[in-house]
């Protein structure tokens, strides 16, 4: 569960009661894309004809572009989660990732997910005593690509929902 039991309202929008604009949500939905797409060769490489990851990064920002409404980008969320069931390890990690990245659409606290989903496949993708240095590393190219405008909230979340996102949050 990489949810919070009690909502931000920095990351609820402005129409639904919250602060969050839609311009910062679509840009919660653009980095989780970035980051899930990193990590996406992991899956293909072991799933190649199988489009749903894919697809699930493809919806979120077509999404943000006004392409796909937030119900039909959640729905391909979830078949890319469905394609990760049934695998272990580094695809199956890959596959949640991008399954992540267009629920921000419809709870844009799904941000995290993608994020430290694709920790936890670079981590499982690699021998166990290198995957520690390896989420570290994936957790600052992450970091790296974070747009001013999102930095300081994205950082702050982290730090509060580290402990349900499995401690992949590092400094």
Not at 98 to 107: E, I, L, N, R
Not at 131 to 149: H, I, K, M, T
């Amino acid at each position: 569960m990489i949810l919070p039991s009690v909502r931000d309202p920095r990351f609820v929008t402005i129409r639904r009661g919250g602060t969050l604009t839609d311009q910062h949500h679509h840009v919660l939905a653009l980095w989780a894309a970035d980051c899930a797409e990193h990590v996406l060769p992991l899956f293909e490489s072991q799933c190649p004809n199988d489009p749903r990851p894919r697809a699930a990064i493809e919806a979120a920002r077509a999404w943000v572009h006004g392409e796909l409404p937030m119900m039909r980008t959640r729905a391909v969320g979830g078949h890319a989660m469905g394609a990760a069931r049934p695998l272990v390890g580094a695809p199956r990690f890959a596959a949640y990732a991008a399954g992540q990245a267009p629920v921000v659409a419809h709870v844009a606290e799904h941000d995290l997910g993608a994020a430290a989903y694709a920790i936890k496949a670079v981590r499982a993708s690699v021998p166990s005593s290198a995957g520690e240095a390896a989420g570290r590393a994936e957790c600052a190219w992450q970091r790296e690509r974070l747009p001013s405008a999102i930095r300081g909230l994205v950082l702050e979340d982290q730090a509060r929902r580290n402990e349900i996102c499995w401690n992949v949050f590092v400094d």
